[in-house]
């Protein structure tokens, strides 16, 4: 699944650049690798980031931790301009040598092709490396440590094995599979109620309906 909780970049309550940034407060602990804690210069900062959620933000399940990024205050401000936004985004990508344009519009490329950041285009990502992934007889099937770790501190919460058989599969079934991100998702949005910062806005369920239209791609263009 994605490792990232690119999904929480909306928040009741937090301007547009805390939300942005509340998205990364939730991210993976990489073994003995995990980055310093170090304390944010900017309280104000800090507290609309992730000091109003901390004292409500019950416990995640591993691998997901609350990060404390840390902050600094830009030499200027930047002006703002009067004039009409544009009709496209340019977005790119660490492994893209030039960036994509964005038509705003149909969130497409000009040329009516999927982004590389678009949703169907991760799906279509993540669809080609679970297909490939070594087949393990359910028999033989063990439970990596998390899921061990998940069954002990959550009874009622129980891994998803991944189906052998991914033709048909919904991008929101999809992501049902990782019960850690659903469980951590869940309690970051009580804490946002729990400490009065609103209700988190949910799209229609519809949205996330979808099957993976990009078949049989070239690797070299999905992962581009």
């Known amino acids: 699944m994605y490792r990232e909780m690119s999904s929480l970049c909306a928040c009741n309550g937090l301007n547009d650049c805390a939300a942005a940034l509340l998205s990364r407060t939730l991210r ?8 310093d804690v170090v304390p944010c210069p900017d309280m104000k900062a800090f507290m609309a980031i992730c000091g109003r ?3 409500f933000l019950s416990l995640l399940p591993p691998p997901f931790r609350l990060q404390r990024p840390l902050l600094a205050r830009a030499a200027s401000a930047e002006a703002r301009s009067p004039a009409r936004a544009p009709s496209f985004s340019v977005c790119w990508c660490s492994t893209t040598p ?5 038509n705003a519009t149909t969130g497409k490329l000009e040329s009516g092709q999927p982004s590389l950041l678009c949703k169907q285009s991760m799906f ?3 669809q080609y490396l ?3 992934l070594p087949l393990v007889s359910q028999s033989h099937r063990e439970v990596d440590s998390h899921a061990k770790l998940l069954q002990e501190t959550e009874p009622g919460v129980e891994p998803a094995h991944l189906p052998q058989n991914l033709d048909g599969m919904l991008y929101n079934e999809a992501k049902q599979l990782c019960p850690t991100y659903q469980l951590a998702k869940t309690r970051l949005i009580d804490a946002f109620e729990k400490a ?6 949910k799209k ?5 309906q979808f099957v993976c ?4 791609a070239d690797p070299n263009a999905l992962f581009a």
């Open 28 to 35: 993976i602990q990489r073994g003995d690798h995990d980055e």
């Open 53 to 55: 959620t901390e004292s």
């Open 98 to 102: 030039m960036p994509e344009v964005i």
């Open 124 to 126: 279509a990502r993540w």
């Open 130 to 132: 679970a297909q490939r």
């Open 196 to 201: 009065k910062l609103g209700r988190w806005i």
């Open 204 to 208: 229609p369920i519809e949205q996330d």
């Open 213 to 216: 239209e990009i078949t049989n």
